[in-house]
């Protein structure tokens, strides 16, 4: 008998688009409209925290409050400032502060706190992100109490430019957003990056006027504008005074707004193609 050939080229193994640019925006876009789950878990996350507590969430409230309060007549009293300014100067940074270093933070961690919940439920991974970015809007919405009690102590002399802060906030979120990206997932790979980012959080604490202010840098006038040059190669000062000026009655200068809006950008093109790359792997990874 003789054998029979077959002349059927067989198929070429099927490509994975794993890694495109099409699933990275298809996993952000399935992710938002799951928002029932993120929103959902966030909440949780805060009464699971507060569990058995007499006074709940308002300890978040409360412990930002006497942080900020303390901070402000310390350094106030250092400074020899205008408490009248300077507590709600510091009061304002010190909760805008919480909202951006723990948004670093917890971002970081975003996927390896959640680890059984990534590889049980199989949902879009921008779902832990959009969930840690709601906790953190949770907490702020909280500390806006401290914000209403000091400006009933101390006015400050408002104008319309107080409605900047509306787009601020809408660029801490999408910032947050971005940072729990890039070093949620880069942090889910080399664990060390946490620790590292917490230790530099700490120290631009420092480097930034949130207890301190621009005009305490120094007497004399070219001594003044090196140091606030220093001051502004911190994006962290643009981040604050984009948000703090518009509520101290402040104008903010369009360069602030230009600076924070540069590293938005750039942030998101950097978790865009951290999110093409390496998306897939975060449940290998965790």
Request: charged share 15%; hydrophobic share 55%; aromatic share 12%.
């Amino acid at each position: 008998m003789s054998s029979v050939v077959s002349d059927e080229i067989p198929a070429a193994p099927q490509v994975s688009d794993s890694r495109t640019m099409r699933r990275a925006v298809a996993d952000l876009s399935r992710g938002l409209r799951t928002s029932e789950l993120w929103l959902h878990l966030g909440w949780q996350d805060i009464k699971q925290r507060y569990r058995r507590s007499v006074l709940g969430p308002l300890w978040i409230t409360i412990a930002t409050g006497v942080t900020a309060v303390a901070m402000g007549l310390l350094y106030g009293e250092l400074f020899g400032m205008d408490i009248n300014f300077f507590l709600p100067y510091v009061a304002l940074g010190f909760i805008f502060w919480s909202f951006i270093s723990s948004s670093i933070l917890e971002g970081s961690a975003v996927f390896s706190a959640n680890e059984g919940l990534i590889k049980q439920l199989p949902a879009p991974v921008s779902v832990h992100v959009y969930r840690v970015v709601w906790r953190q809007l949770i907490i702020f919405t909280h500390n806006i109490v401290i914000i209403a009690i000091i400006f009933v102590i101390f006015p400050p002399p408002l104008n319309w430019t107080v409605l900047l802060v509306i787009p601020a906030i809408a660029l801490y979120v999408l910032n947050a957003l971005w940072v729990a990206i890039v070093f949620g997932i880069l942090s889910t790979r080399f664990r060390d990056i946490g620790q590292l980012l917490a230790t530099v959080v700490q120290l631009v604490f420092f480097m930034t006027p949130i207890i301190w202010t621009t005009k305490s840098l120094g007497s004399a006038t070219g001594e003044t504008s090196s140091r606030l040059k220093l001051v502004e190669i911190n994006p962290m000062f643009h981040y604050l005074e984009i948000a703090r000026g518009p509520l101290l009655g402040e104008s903010v200068q369009f360069y602030h707004w230009a600076i924070v809006l540069g590293c938005t950008a750039v942030g998101w093109v950097l978790a865009m193609f951290v999110m093409r790359n390496y998306r897939a792997r975060v449940a290998y990874w965790v």
